[in-house]
């Protein structure tokens, strides 16, 4: 016989493990601020009529976020907090802050010390906002 294993959803209720890990997707219409207990979670600007600014929490290890822009003519931009920076492959590539204009652009962010989250993985254009 084999066991399967259960997820722990935020709903409050168990799931078998298809071998896919559940991800809860959020829409945020307005600037948010990402809480530490909301790793894992995918956010996105779906509804959104205006640019959304979502700001990292700070760093810790086994954190992770994911990002996808839904809507077409307004800007996602990912912040990192004061002293953090969101590094994209190269050491030309050090943001403070990620934007998007591209529609369904994604990003996924992984924490990797206290003062920086690397890129995982992207898709679309994403620039350095940061003046």
């Not at 809860?24 to 979670?41: H, L, N, P, R, S």
């Not at 990003?107 to 995982?120: G, H, I, K, N």
Request: a negative charge; proline letters at 5%; one cysteine or more.
């Amino acid at each position: 016989m084999r066991e399967i294993p259960v997820w722990e959803c935020p709903d409050g209720q168990g799931r078998a493990d298809a071998g896919a890990a559940f991800v809860e997707v959020a829409a945020k219409t307005a600037d948010y601020t990402i809480k530490d207990y909301e790793t894992g979670k995918c956010f996105s600007n779906a509804g959104a009529t205006g640019t959304v600014v979502l700001t990292l929490p700070t760093p810790k290890a086994g954190f992770w976020f994911q990002f996808v822009k839904i809507v077409p003519d307004q800007i996602l931009s990912i912040k990192a907090p004061t002293g953090v920076t969101i590094n994209m492959g190269t050491a030309a590539q050090v943001y403070k802050d990620a934007t998007t204009e591209t529609i369904y652009a994604t990003l996924r962010l992984a924490a990797y010390s206290t003062t920086a989250y690397v890129v995982e993985a992207e898709k679309g254009t994403w620039a350095n906002a940061a003046s």
